[in-house]
DNA sequence: GTAATACCTAAACCTGACTTTAGGTCAAGA
DNA sequence: TCTTGACCTAAAGTCAGGTTTAGGTATTAC
């Protein structure tokens, strides 16, 4: 059993934020001793979900349903593995974002290298959009479409 | 030349966005004909630019600076390299985070499939922390680490 | 000539996720 | 005793990134 201070800082997160978490309803079944917060290991798996979930792109308010699921019981295994795997998706999707924005900033950063070994932009504006050299073509050409 | 209504078509960006975005000088060169707005190639360069550095977690301000170092000119190009350069540290850190995310959805769908096999969680239980089957295991320890 | 479109501005409003404030309880140590 | 530190609440405040509203202009379509 821990308190919320050190919760706070075993997973470094305001003291505040941990209670905003509770008062949205992130932790239905934590216990309290005389008005005390009493994190167990549920609510440390809990939070561990939170950040999850969070960075999956899930809103608070989603969290909670889930985290309402989980107080239901098996009659709900599916509909928290449908979650589970609806996040998969999102996060796939992101991946793939974030590759194409990397490829863009590869790009910008050999544009800028170039431009600084030139003094000026005049030779690389001839050779775009398609006469750029193999590699960063593919760079460029991705980030672009 | 585009207007803002082709503009909004083309990239899928409402047009009170792209208005707000002029306020808060991400066009610092965009040009206008009696009161309109007329985007030249080098705004459909920013706004690919600006979607880019948004990904990868800049803020608008610090965007504004970008385009503000565009206009002038090649004694900024190294400002402007290094800019990209961090924004490549940033996306590379929050693939990681991605991947480890991904961990962990992945260990729970697996939990929650073996779950609704079983019909309860008391075998998962047992297998909780470090007994579950080896390639399990490995996205477990990922996610918890 | 009038009605529909597509553009414009300034300013108010909205949302999610916190954070801060103001005021209070309770237990341990000097 | 009294003060320090860790906890508590409710309610207000903050911030980024837009979106909506209200009112206006300018061109084209019938």
Redesign the pocket.
């Known amino acids: 059993m821990y308190?919320?201070?050190?919760i706070?800082e075993m997973f470094h997160i305001?003291?505040?934020?941990l209670?905003?978490y509770?008062?949205e309803g992130l932790f239905p079944e934590m216990e309290?001793k005389?008005?005390?917060?009493k994190f167990s290991e549920k609510e440390v798996e809990a939070i561990r979900v939170i950040e999850c979930l969070?960075t999956s792109g899930l809103?608070?308010?989603d969290i909670k349903q889930f985290m309402a699921w989980c107080t239901e019981g098996p009659s709900t295994y599916s509909k928290r593995k449908e979650l589970f795997e609806k996040r998969k998706e999102a996060i796939e999707k992101e991946m793939k974002q974030l590759q194409k924005t990397m490829d863009m900033l590869k790009f910008k950063c050999w544009y800028y290298e170039t431009a600084i070994e030139d003094g000026n932009e005049d030779h690389l504006n001839q050779m775009l959009p398609d006469h750029l050299p193999k590699d960063i073509q593919v760079l460029y050409d991705n980030a672009h479409s």
């Not at 308190?3 to 050190?6: A, P, S």
């Open positions: 308190t919320i201070g050190q706070s305001p003291i505040s934020t209670r905003y509770d008062k309290r005389s008005g005390i917060r969070k809103e608070i308010k």
